[in-house]
Structure formats: structure tokens, C-alpha cells
């Protein structure tokens, strides 16, 4: 058979606590329960994919367990010299074939053009 819904209001018990600034209003919450029948209905109604252990990921540079992630580069690295040397690979990207057209590129190639020591 089909799962029965069900749903009620679910009633905060923090009458008694001290209002916070800002929750002059409260807004009534919802929960809904999904009762199976049996187990056959419940798997067919709510297929489980396999979870999944996402994989060390391992430096680049050092070849070392990753505990950072780079935003810039989408990179993991190990420690703060293989981060340095990530980004000195792609700041000398950025030289070599950074879109000159891009007026924040430009600038930024122009600033470390007088910056560079």
C-alpha cells in the first residue's frame, strides 16, 4: 500500500523563556510523519543509495594527506609551502594567459608587475 501521511502542529515549549529581541511574532512549524506498512514499501518508497566515503585527498605538492582546500585553485594541499607554491604556480598562470581583457585581471597583473620582488 501506499504510505499515510500524517501532520500536526508541533508547539514550542519556550513559553516560559524570556523573548528575544526581534520574536515579537511566532511562526507555527509543521512536521510530517511517513508511517510504512512494511519494509517492502518503505524500501520501494525510499530507495538508500550507498554511501559513499569521499577518499583522502592527497597535495600536490607534497604528497601528503590534504587537511586544506583551496577556493582559488580547487586544490587541497598539506601545509602552508605547498599552499604558497600552488598560488605562485597560478599567479605565474595568471601572467602567462590571465584575460587581459578583464579589467580586475588587469589590474591585479599590473599591481603585481610593480609589486613583484
Request: aromatic share 8%; hydrophobic share 30%.
Amino acid at each position: 500500500g501506499r504510505p499515510e501521511l500524517e501532520t500536526d502542529e508541533a508547539e514550542d515549549i519556550d513559553d516560559q523563556k524570556p523573548k528575544m529581541k526581534g520574536d515579537s511574532k511566532k511562526q507555527p512549524q509543521e512536521r510530517t510523519l511517513i508511517c510504512f506498512s512494511d519494509e517492502a514499501t518503505m524500501k520501494q518508497n525510499m530507495p538508500q543509495k550507498g554511501v559513499r566515503v569521499p577518499g583522502v585527498k592527497i597535495c600536490p605538492v607534497t604528497r601528503l594527506p590534504a587537511k586544506y582546500f583551496d577556493p582559488v585553485t580547487q586544490l587541497p594541499y598539506a601545509n602552508l609551502q605547498a599552499f604558497k607554491i600552488i598560488r605562485e604556480a597560478y599567479y605565474q598562470q595568471l601572467e602567462a594567459k590571465g584575460d587581459r581583457s578583464d579589467p580586475e585581471i588587469l589590474a591585479w597583473l599590473e599591481w603585481r608587475a610593480k609589486n613583484k620582488s
